[in-house]
């Protein structure tokens, strides 16, 4: 089920979300969200983020060969690594020659580090080129 609704921006930028997202998401008061501006697409994304999580996330951006498949065998290998993606935006940037991909990953439960991780990732043949940072400092 999606909910639509329409919001304005204050003068200070902000936007109240409405009580019907609110409950359908369980946001609460002094809850943190994860906000993932997209400016090409003209989009924001707003997710919800547990309070343990914050210190375990990165964001990890990653470009590949436009080829079938190509996220698939990152997510496994992700998934191998018991490292977590709470979001993924992917775009292709040049059709038939690279994508990109900006993920927000939650190591808490990862079996390697972030540096390792950057490391195995880049060695899977489709990627071309691997960034990771920590999504709180």
Do not use: H, W
């Amino acid at each position: 089920m999606r909910i639509s609704e329409i919001v304005k921006v204050d003068s200070k930028g902000r936007v109240t979300i409405p009580l019907v997202v609110r409950e359908a998401l369980n946001i609460f008061e002094g809850m943190t969200l994860i906000l993932i501006a997209d400016p090409e697409r003209r989009e924001i994304i707003l997710s919800p983020l547990p309070a343990d999580k914050q210190e375990s996330l990165y964001e990890l951006r990653v470009e590949f060969k436009d080829v079938p498949g190509a996220l698939a065998k990152t997510s496994e290998k992700l998934a191998e690594l018991s490292v977590d993606q709470v979001t993924t935006q992917c775009t292709t940037v040049k059709r038939g020659e690279y994508a990109e991909c900006i993920m927000v990953v939650d190591m808490s439960n990862a079996s390697v580090g972030a540096d390792e991780l950057r490391d195995i990732i880049s060695g899977l043949p489709e990627v071309r080129f691997v960034q990771i940072k920590p999504l709180v400092r």
